[in-house]
Each structure stands twice: as C-alpha cells, then as structure tokens.
C-alpha cells in the first residue's frame, strides 16, 4: 500500500531559528519526490523537487535518502512569511504503464512561526 | 501564466443529487487528477487520468467517476451524493515526460456540502 509519513505537529517555531521536518514513505518503487507548500484554504503549491544528490534554494534545503526512505525539510531563518501547512509528496508510475505521474502525499506538517 | 481553473469555489447538493465538478487547464498537460482534502486526512486521490478518454482509479474512487473527452478538461461525477462526500475537492494538471516527476499545478479547489 502506497502510504507517506508526516509528523502533523504543529511545529511552534520562533523566528529566526531553524527547523527541519522529515517524511517517511513505504514503497521502494518511489520515483519522485516534491515538498508542497500549502496555505490557510488555499490550493497546495510546490515548493522545491527533492533530488538524490540534495538539493537547496535559498533558505530550504531538501534531502533525501533513498535507503532508509525518507526525505527532510530545512528552513533556516525562518520567517513569519513561512507559517502554512508543509506536505510532502512521492510519485509512483501507474502500473498500467500509462505513464501518469500517481502523486501521493503525506497528511502534512503545520508549522507556525512566532515571533 | 499557468491555469488550473475549477468551475465553482463552493457547491451545496442534496443528497442522492447526481453531482458534476469540471476542471479545465490551459497549458496542454496530458495528466490529471481529482483530490479530495479532508481534516486529519490529507488529501486523497480519487481519479487520475493521463491521456484523452483514459483513467485510473486512485486510492479512494467508490462513489465517483470521472470523463476526459477533451485534453483540457477533466470531469468528477457523483453519481448519488451522500454526505460523507461533504469535503474540499482539488483539481490538478501535470505534464508526463518519460522520466516521470514534474509539478503539479492544482485549482483552487471546490468546497461542496451535500446536505
């Protein structure tokens, strides 16, 4: 059964620290992996793309480790700006061989920056 | 700028009330995909669909369906409204390269409360 692990929090956090989420999936044949940012009644919006090797944009760093099947978050300095809902997101190719991308995402990480 | 554009914000139906929620993106994507977003559950996939008049079901597809006659646009159907159906419901597009993995863009989603 496809399935992705998030802690829900929230995560209180004050401004300026640093904070790190991970997120567990279960199935090996994960291809791809995204952090989603999503916002108070707001439609989810990516954030980054997670790459084997590691990836960073500005203040986030994103990392995953595809033996123990987990992908983290890295927010430093974090900003007011940066409170919402954080989900993290695994694609596994349909078994039909349609090629479509089955996105499947985890619950959610809610983080709240104080400040 | 891309669009993922759902016909209605917010929906009150009856229940056993046939239900039709359209979607409609501009940027010639080849997938799509019906959500659902509930408290505590995170979004859940309904339907995919990744080419004219083809479609997987997802993890959750009991009590809907859906219809892609046209590339740009992707169909959920109630067939009978219960109110365990009550729930936020998110269109997304996607493209599908070979190597599978890009973005999703999501609507903004459509509130429906079946009473």
Not at chain 1, 86 to 109: H, P, Q, W
Not at chain 2, 15 to 33: R, S, W, Y
Not at chain 2, 76 to 85: K, V
Request: charged residues 25%; glycine residues 8%.
């Amino acid at each position: 059964r496809k399935e992705v692990e998030q802690d829900p929090g929230p995560f209180n956090v004050p401004e300026g620290a640093t904070v790190a989420f991970n997120c567990t999936y279960s199935n090996s044949a994960s291809q791809s992996f995204f952090w989603y940012r999503q916002d108070c009644r707001k439609e989810p919006k990516l954030l980054m793309s997670v790459y084997s090797s590691g990836n960073e944009d500005g203040r986030f760093t994103a990392q995953l480790n595809r033996a123990s099947q987990y992908i983290s978050l890295l927010i430093r300095d974090s900003k007011l700006s940066d409170s919402a809902t954080y989900l993290c997101v695994v694609n596994i190719r349909a078994e039909s061989g349609g090629g479509a991308d089955g996105l499947t995402f985890g619950k959610g990480t809610h983080l709240i920056i104080q400040p | 700028d891309v669009k993922v554009t759902q016909s209605s914000r917010y929906l009150v139906k009856r229940t056993g009330e046939k239900v039709f929620l359209e979607c409609v993106q501009d940027m010639d994507h080849e997938n799509m995909f019906w959500y659902r977003q509930d408290p505590g559950l995170g979004l859940r996939l309904i339907y995919f669909s990744y080419d004219v008049k083809m479609k997987e079901k997802g993890d959750i597809p009991e009590g809907y369906s859906v219809s892609r006659e046209k590339k740009e646009r992707f169909s959920l159907i109630l067939e009978s409204a219960s109110t365990n159906q009550t729930s936020m419901y998110l269109c997304a597009s996607s493209l599908q390269p070979a190597g599978g993995g890009t973005e999703a863009f999501f609507g903004q989603g459509t509130r429906l409360t079946v009473v």
